[in-house]
């Protein structure tokens, strides 16, 4: 399925999410200064679809991510228009990531002159890992629909037990969601950036000074925020999700360098990539607890076993037992091995 994700897209948001499309009650459109707004998603713990930063400016429109599913692109293009007749002229992908750029020809399609910005290596990857992993997601996605849909037949999950009313409610809901993505995404077109940067570019929109700044890697290695200084509003992306970190494939020392960069902007409002705003300490903590264990001299395996994060579990995913198995598996599970391993300099299993 989405390979190389921080989280399984498409069946964590039927896990984690009951609907798989956005009607009007799925998501608030927040005002949080002059022309800024975001389209914010309200599903706990967190919606699989990002949150998008809408900027509007003197004569144009300045939009964060595109979203995955071209009916969201739609949906929050639908609202940008109760917002203003003005054109979106800029397109920002905080990353590569499929919920974050598969959307881009969509607004393309509504205003020909955009330009889609980002990282030079998130062009690079978009059209390596995202785009250019369709085929194989959508031949994947296919087995995993199969699977579910005998879930529902039979009525028994893939340990042989009943399943409960919550259960089959999440079995419908992957059907959902996999039937959807199935739908839309075999008629993307590739649509990548056509701007890019390596550090720091930026935009003077009349009256509006908006900075899209990489501050180095850490969910993946084109990362950027998108930061207007006056209004102390930062996008950040990926770089902070809550309640349960994306943590597979990332780069965990540097990941803590640069959130504390991110913390270093004068910023009152944090519009993060998908969630309500998280502690930025927790990855300095993950690498900490890491390199306690290598210079004590512990084995991959007994750190595993050591550094299991519970103190963080409680505090973020609560009571929830869903929430929980989440943030074991995709963020404990993969960051701590990965944290590990670029501690110790070794080859990492999963690339980005």
């Known amino acids: 399925m989405l390979r190389d994700m921080m989280l399984p897209l498409m069946l964590a948001a039927a896990l984690l999410a009951p609907q798989p499309s956005p009607p009007e009650d799925a998501y608030d459109v927040v005002r949080f200064a002059d022309g800024v707004y975001g389209f914010v998603w309200r599903e706990q713990p967190f919606h699989p679809e990002p949150n998008v930063l809408i ?6 429109v300045l939009v964060v991510d595109s979203s995955m ?24 992908n905080t990353h590569w990531h499929d919920d974050h750029v598969f959307g881009n020809g969509v607004f393309r399609d509504q205003w020909p002159g955009l330009q889609v910005i980002s990282h030079v290596n998130t062009r690079i990857d978009a059209a390596e890992k995202a785009f250019g992993a369709i085929k194989t997601d959508l031949e994947n996605n296919k087995a995993t629909l199969a699977k579910y849909e ?3 037949r039979t009525g028994k999950g893939s340990d042989g037990t009943a399943l409960t009313e919550e259960r089959r409610r999440r079995v419908e809901a992957v059907v959902r969601m996999l039937t959807k993505y199935g ?6 077109r590739e649509s990548l950036p ?23 890697r850490g969910n993946t290695r084109g990362d950027v925020v998108v930061y207007l200084p006056a209004e102390k509003i930062v996008a950040s992306g990926d770089l902070v999700v809550a309640p349960v970190p994306f943590g597979i494939g990332s780069y965990y020392a540097e990941w803590a360098d640069t959130l504390a960069k991110l913390q270093q902007l004068e910023a009152s409002t944090i519009l993060i990539g998908h969630g309500a705003v998280q502690h930025d300490w ?3 903590d993950l690498v900490a607890r890491v390199k306690a264990g290598i210079a004590a001299g512990a ?13 963080w579990k409680k505090e973020l995913a609560g009571d929830d037992p869903l929430a929980q198995r989440a943030f ?3 963020f404990v599970q993969p960051a701590v091995e990965r944290a590990y391993r670029q501690a110790k300099g070794e080859p990492l299993a999963i690339s980005q």
């Open 55 to 60: 900027v509007i400016n003197d004569e144009d």
């Open 69 to 92: 599913l071209p009916s969201t692109a739609r949906t929050i293009i639908g609202e940008i228009r109760k917002l203003t007749p003005k054109p979106v002229r800029y397109l920002v």
């Open 150 to 152: 005998e879930f529902l």
């Open 183 to 188: 739908e839309e995404v075999p008629h993307l």
């Open 194 to 216: 056509d701007l890019t940067f390596n550090r720091s570019l930026t935009l003077q929109a009349g009256s509006r000074t908006i900075r899209i700044e990489h501050l180095g």
């Open 282 to 284: 927790l990855l300095t």
């Open 299 to 311: 084995t991959l395996e007994a750190v595993q076993k050591t550094v299991t994060l519970d103190d």
């Open 328 to 330: 074991d598996a995709y």
